[in-house]
């Protein structure tokens, strides 16, 4: 029922485009060649939502694929049709998406110096505390704005299926808070990002992580030479950091109205009915 829901929205949808003679031919999507289909990322988003161990809301999710110049590759949801998830987290997704592309790096850059020498993976669960008053990426988040013109273009019907209004094009967005990770193929060599949005911020980053897993997108390297990240855990190296704790001598204020801070200065808020992110598989190495 799900599947041929979505199969017919896309239909509909494609026909449409068809008799207004729009180009549904590679509008930019040659840049996805390589990457998961929309078929793959379905799967692999309806695998993850749901599952024990995720924590939040137990809500239907928007998943997002961009390559690495940023371009929106494949977009899905997990419920039955467009309405089953909070509509603004289609485009949450592909912001998340494309702020872990965009500010990760992997083998190969040619980084002259450092401690991250083989590349730094950065989640977006990673950037909260940083973009907060007196981070060090203060206004990070008003940065590199979505292109609203491109953002809500075309027919809601199309939404989440293959032929997406996304698909082809450059959304562009940076997000702050969890559900963004890079995509890392073979020889850990970066070729994208995912976005997961629709739940709470932290079990955004549980089915991101779970989902970029099936898509076997999560190859950091080697260890010793492998890409790094900043949470401290070689084997989860871009993981979500629960490190924010209330202090008396000034630092951010938190969501219950105290002054707190983050230990590593990448730390995230802990949610309603917080997961466990220790859980989660390990990161594949090589």
């Known amino acids: 029922m799900k599947i041929n829901h979505r199969m017919m929205s896309g239909a509909i949808w494609l026909g449409v485009s068809l008799a207004a003679g729009a180009a549904v031919a590679d509008d930019g999507r040659s840049a996805c060649s390589g990457l998961p289909s929309q078929a793959a990322l ?12 995720n924590g939040g809301l137990g809500f239907n999710m928007w998943g997002t694929i961009v390559a690495i110049d ?73 940065s590199n704005p979505v292109d609203a013109t491109i953002a809500y273009e075309g027919s809601a019907l199309a939404y989440g299926t293959a032929y997406d209004p996304l698909v082809g094009q450059r959304v562009g967005g940076i997000n702050v808070f969890g559900g963004g990770l890079v995509l890392l193929k073979s020889g850990s060599i970066r070729v994208g990002g995912v976005g997961v949005s629709g739940d709470t911020s932290c079990t955004d980053h549980m089915v991101a992580w779970r989902v970029r897993r099936t898509l076997n997108l999560d190859h950091f390297g080697p260890t010793g030479s492998a890409v790094g990240g900043v949470s ?41 009915n917080n997961p466990d992110p220790s859980t989660l598989p390990p990161v594949q190495h090589p």
């Open 70 to 142: 940023g371009t929106v590759c494949a977009v899905a949801f997990s419920g039955q049709k467009y309405t089953d998830q909070w509509l603004a987290s289609r485009v949450i997704s592909a912001q998340k998406a494309n702020t872990a592309n965009g500010l990760s790096l992997g083998e190969g850059p040619n980084i002259p110096g450092g401690s991250f020498k083989n590349g730094l993976a950065l989640s977006t669960a990673n950037l909260y505390s940083a973009v907060q008053p007196g981070g060090s990426l203060y206004g990070l988040q008003h």
């Open 232 to 272: 401290g855990d070689a084997s989860r190296p871009d993981n979500i950091i629960f490190d924010i704790t209330p202090t008396a001598n000034g630092g951010e204020l938190n969501p219950v109205g105290t002054l707190s801070k983050s230990a590593s200065g990448f730390g995230h808020p802990t949610c309603l």
């Open 42 to 53: 379905q799967n692999a988003l309806d695998g993850a939502v749901g599952l024990a161990g």
